[in-house]
């Protein structure tokens, strides 16, 4: 997507492109968030001998560049973020999409994604790059997609926009409905040393359906950060373009384990996580943020210590134990409420479930496997539930 950039910036500095996991047939390791991601930039940027840079980047492949800027603050010279939100709408919509992929496969999004991703009118005009866009997200290892959702579902820096200290321009296009001008005014708000360019007649790809203007803001901008950081020198002068939120494809760095397991280790002496921050977090993702806020802003006096309660033990005890992934819990889930005929329960696990990775088809056979043992009648009344769930939740969205 970057190819109408690379000749002009490629006279002025070095450029270095990278693609995102298992997109177009690069190697499929998954990077579980944003973070995790910008490590691998980091450490791919190590062996190339780059320690300072500028950073282009479109949509998730903008979040990578806050990210940087945000935790490796002396790396950073200057920023472009383009079509990026400092949070891409709810993390719901995003275990929503995993859930969807998991079922259906890509082919349903792979074909939504030019009216998302382009104007009408460009889209009708530019066949070629509309069958490029399909085939970008047809090709895409489904996993690493499904990684890439999680990763959009848990960013969100709306609190850290303050800390970027690098000169950022934010371009977004000026009929972008995926991230659109509201967002690009967020960050603009929040970044201190930040200035908002709106390209005429773009939507969410901007650098392919107006490569003229974003490459003429890029090169202005670049050449402008850099000359008011002259210590930089001729070889630190770099820019990176990055991939869009479907992006095309390239192979983790060297040694991905290193760059994305940097994680410090607790002390021995290390005082015992909050159980009830612990639990809000897991029963969010497991549940969905909709679900818990309903039980939450339902809960007064007389029931928020049941709450407190559940979410103290039940999530942050229970459901954060290390001896169970959550695929597993939710299977033994399943059968309890079958077990027990907690039908209104079964529907928000049947939900849960999905979100966990579970498949329908392997709901369908924890449900058989209750029948044996809890009856048919209950896993009648179950299969009634799940089903409704399941149709509901694995319908792809137009």
């Not at 693609?19 to 047939?25: A, I, L, N, Q």
């Not at 959009?152 to 972008?176: K, M, N, Q, W, Y």
């Not at 039980?295 to 029931?303: P, Q, R």
Request: overall charge negative; aromatic content about 6%; some cysteine.
């Amino acid at each position: 997507m970057w190819d109408r950039q690379v000749p002009e910036l490629s006279r002025h500095w070095r450029v270095l492109r990278f693609d995102m996991p298992g997109h177009g047939g690069a190697p499929a390791h998954p990077g579980h968030s944003v973070g995790e991601l910008a490590a691998r930039v980091l450490a791919t940027l190590d062996d190339a001998g780059v320690q300072r840079f500028g950073y282009a980047g479109c949509s998730l492949g903008g979040a990578i560049g806050a990210e940087l800027a945000l935790r490796n603050p002396h790396r950073v010279a200057s920023l472009a973020l383009i079509a990026t939100s400092p949070r891409f709408g709810t993390a719901d919509e995003w275990r929503q999409r995993g859930v969807i992929i998991r079922t259906n496969g890509l082919d349903p999004i792979a074909r939504t994604s030019p009216e998302r991703w382009f104007t009408p009118g460009f889209a009708a005009a530019q066949p070629a790059i509309t069958d490029w866009a399909v085939q970008m997200v047809r090709t895409t290892d489904p996993g690493c997609y499904i990684a890439a959702c999680e990763a959009l579902a848990a960013f969100d820096i709306r609190a850290e926009l303050g800390s970027i200290g690098v000169p950022t321009l934010v371009l977004v296009g000026s009929e972008d409905q995926v991230t659109g001008q509201g967002e690009a005014r967020t960050l603009v708000a929040g970044i201190p040393d930040a200035r908002l360019a709106v390209v005429p007649g773009a939507s969410h790809l901007a650098p392919v359906e107006q490569p003229g203007a974003v490459t003429d803001l890029l090169v202005r901008h670049f050449s402008s950060a850099w000359q008011a950081a002259p210590d930089l020198g001729a070889t630190g002068q770099h820019a990176i373009a990055a991939p869009p939120v479907k992006p095309v494809l390239a192979p983790p760095p060297a040694a991905p384990a290193t760059a994305s397991t940097a994680v410090a280790q607790p002390e021995a002496t290390a005082a015992r996580p909050d159980a009830y921050a612990t639990g809000i977090k897991v029963r969010r993702e497991v549940l969905g943020d909709a679900h818990v806020d309903r039980a939450l802003a339902g809960a007064d006096e007389f029931s928020g210590d049941f709450q407190d309660l559940v979410t103290r033990f039940a999530w942050g005890e229970v459901w954060s134990r290390p001896g169970l992934d959550r695929r597993t819990r939710s299977c033994v889930t399943l059968t309890a409420l079958v077990a027990g005929g907690h039908q209104e329960e079964l529907a928000f696990h049947v939900r849960a479930a999905l979100r966990n990775g579970l498949t329908p088809a392997e709901i369908k056979e924890v449900l058989l496997q209750a029948a044996v043992y809890c009856g048919v009648p209950a896993a009648n009344t179950a299969f009634r539930v799940a089903q409704a769930v399941i149709r509901e939740e694995t319908t792809p969205q137009e």
